[in-house]
């Protein structure tokens, strides 16, 4: 129950960060010329600046958050190849499912190295409602749906990213969330282009 909790908390802490980006606030700072590093060429990674001031999750939590985004990524880019309206929401599903595999895969190998660390194999609740919900869409009420959840949760998921970059405790989830960064910030970027 405890952990259920803990999960509603970040979720909701996400769900806000992500509403007063959407209203306008940031989040994060895209900075030009940052010196962190990124595997994403052409995207600063965004690290500690962009950090929530007391957001700190352990590393179970930062471990549930970011395998449940990488699970619902890939089942919403899964969707979108199948019943997108347009070639743009096709191709970045396409995109969404390559990329959040091989986030995934990396991140199994960073939690490996935590001990006691577990990853869920389904996506937490909240998410399996919106998957749910897009199920039931189709023509250009999915695209728009499926744009808005999936700028939603890379919000969400570059707050938690940048939260635990910044104050996590275990290393190699650490790394981990400071290389991911570029790959959310370059599908945000896209998602903005893409809604234009």
């Given at each position: 129950m405890t952990r259920m909790m803990s999960l509603a908390a970040?979720?909701?802490?996400?769900?806000?960060?992500?509403?007063?980006?959407q209203e306008g606030t940031t989040?994060?700072?895209?900075?030009?010329?940052?010196t962190d590093q990124t595997d994403?060429?052409?995207?600063?990674n965004l690290g500690a600046a962009a950090a929530p001031a007391g957001?700190?999750?352990?590393?179970?939590?930062?471990?549930?958050?970011?395998?449940?985004?990488?699970?619902?990524?890939?089942?919403?880019?899964?969707?979108?190849q199948q019943k997108g309206s347009s070639a743009a929401v096709k191709g970045f599903g396409g995109m969404?499912?390559?990329?959040?595999?091989?986030?995934?895969?990396?991140?199994k190998a960073a939690a490996a190295k935590v001990p006691g660390v577990a990853l869920p194999v389904v996506p937490p609740p909240e998410l399996q409602a919106r998957i749910d919900a897009l199920k039931g869409l189709s023509g250009e009420a999915f695209d728009r749906q499926f744009l808005a959840d999936q700028t939603a949760s890379h919000q969400q998921t570059l707050t938690a990213l940048n939260a635990y970059a910044a104050t996590g405790e275990a290393q190699p989830l650490k790394e981990h969330a400071a290389r991911a960064t570029g790959v959310v910030q370059k599908h945000l970027n896209e998602l903005n282009q893409l809604q234009q």
């Open positions: 970040i979720a909701a802490l996400a769900l806000g960060a992500a509403a007063c980006k989040v994060s700072n895209n900075v030009s010329g940052s994403e060429p052409g995207v600063a957001m700190q999750l352990n590393a179970q939590q930062f471990s549930e958050t970011a395998a449940g985004s990488d699970l619902f990524e890939i089942a919403t880019g899964k969707l979108a969404l499912v390559d990329e959040h595999t091989k986030a995934s895969n990396e991140l």
